[in-house]
């Protein structure tokens, strides 16, 4: 019997319920690939000693937005609030990882040298004369964010990012442009 009724909820299902799927997915596709990226940079820290400069920082506070939204988006999916709700959310899903593509060019563009990076953590290197504090200061590893740490193919851990970045911005447009959709 309960087989049956799980059948007649699955032909009754039609349109609306097909372009809130597609957004759930969407959403949790976005959700899993970021938090694989935001593990993969802690992975890079922790486990091999790869510290952060302050580009790379800023663009984790994307991440840390959108993984919680993107799984909140998926639940209110699931529950069937309204599709101009989760329109909303995608929109401002995809907004945000577009704008962490953009950081994540800026810092691969400091990093091959195109345009200068933010004076806090580019430029030449100062020689301080030996005293009490600056012998301390000497021994902090102070990351440069015009010096690649890790390359690999030629990317940069930021140029990945901008490809990351622009994948899941895609994903949330899709769910966006699946409830959108009149079909």
């Not at 597609?22 to 959700?31: D, E, I, K, N």
């Amino acid at each position: 019997m309960a087989l049956n009724n799980l059948a007649d909820t699955r032909s009754k299902a039609g349109p609306a319920d097909a372009r809130r799927n597609a957004a759930r997915w969407a959403a949790l596709s976005v959700a899993v690939i970021g938090g694989a990226a935001l593990g993969g940079a802690w992975f890079f820290q922790l486990a091999l000693n790869l510290v952060p400069c302050p580009l790379c920082l800023e663009q984790r506070y994307a991440y840390y937005l959108a993984i919680p939204l993107a799984l909140a988006i998926a639940l209110l999916a699931r529950r069937g609030v309204p599709r101009g709700l989760l329109l909303g959310g995608l929109a401002v899903l995809a907004l945000v990882m577009l704008g962490n593509a953009g950081l994540a060019a800026y810092h691969a563009g400091v990093e091959w040298g195109f345009w200068p990076g933010p004076s806090d953590c580019s430029g030449p290197i100062v020689d301080f004369s030996r005293g009490g504090l600056l012998d301390k200061l000497d021994s902090v590893k102070v990351v440069r964010c015009d010096e690649v740490q890790w390359r690999f193919l030629g990317l940069s851990l930021a140029g990945y990012n901008v490809l990351v970045s622009l994948a899941m911005a895609a994903l949330a447009g899709r769910g966006a442009a699946a409830l959108g959709s009149k079909k």
